[in-house]
T-cell receptor, first 116, second 114 residues
Framework: DTGVSQNPRHKITKRGQNVTFRCDPI?????LYWYRQTLGQGPEFLTY????????KSRLLSDRFSAERPKGSFSTLEIQRTEQGDSAMYLC??????????????FGPGTRLTVT | AQSVTQLGSHVSVSEGALVLLRCNYS??????LFWYVQYPNQGLQLLLK??????LVKGINGFEAEFKKSETSFHLTKPSAHMSDAAEYFC????????????FGAGTRLFVKA
């Protein structure tokens, strides 16, 4: 098991285009989280899944954002009609649940999005 | 609502000096508390965690943190800084319920001078 992976690592797109990111969590982890991190800030929670169910979405997740985890394994985050304000690092994390004593999340390397 | 405040967006220390990164949290009940480290263009790596066991928590790379409920603090320390410690450090809280989503502070960038 090599940890949480994210693809692509970098994405440059023009304003108005759609982009999709993929996250592959640690295989036995049933909880998956998406965060957004802008320059000089800590990660901000976007949404999380338990298995294939999306259980919580942040107000930051506008109508242009959609996340899926169709089979409870990998997840995708799509941004439609990208705006320059969407430029950020998008981080994915996973966690096993329930697992006594383990409350931390394991993070992937992130996808850096630049909207020009 | 829970929140995290990290005092000082930048901290600079000399190699071999004490590292002290400050974190205060706001929560109606003691949450789970974490320190993560982030190196450039990488994801976050867990340094240590507090989950209501011992108040002094030891982590990786010689770091430790002490949970002080009366001060709502969880400051990170290391007795002797190494050049490889230069990175961004994030304090974070996670509630006991609600999916364990993590709320992060704004981060403190640690610079280590030779």
């Amino acid at each position: 098991d090599t940890g949480v992976s994210q693809n692509p690592r970098h994405k440059i797109t023009k304003r108005g285009q759609n982009v999709t990111f993929r996250c592959d969590p640690i295989s036995e982890h049933n909880r998956l989280y998406w965060y957004r991190q802008t320059l000089g800030q800590g990660p901000e929670f976007l949404t999380y899944f338990q298995n294939e169910a999306q259980l919580e979405k942040s107000r930051l997740l506008s109508d242009r954002f959609s996340a899926e985890r169709p089979k409870g394994s990998f997840s995708t985050l799509e941004i439609q009609r990208t705006e320059q304000g969407d430029s950020a690092m998008y981080l994915c994390a996973s966690r096993a649940s329930p697992e006594p004593g383990v409350y931390e999340q394991y993070f992937g390397p992130g996808t850096r999005l630049t909207v020009t | 609502a829970q929140s995290v405040t990290q005092l000082g967006s930048h901290v600079s220390v000399s190699e071999g000096a004490l590292v002290l990164l400050r974190c205060n949290y706001s929560s109606s009940v003691p949450p789970y508390l974490f320190w993560y480290v982030q190196y450039p263009n990488q994801g976050l790596q867990l340094l240590l965690k507090y989950t209501s066991a011992a108040t002094l928590v030891k982590g990786i790379n010689g770091f430790e943190a002490e949970f002080k409920k009366s001060e709502t603090s969880f400051h990170l320390t290391k007795p002797s800084a190494h050049m490889s410690d230069a990175a961004e450090y994030f304090c974070a809280v996670s509630p006991h319920t609600g999916g364990f989503k993590t709320i992060f502070g704004a981060g403190t960038r640690l610079f280590v001078k030779a």
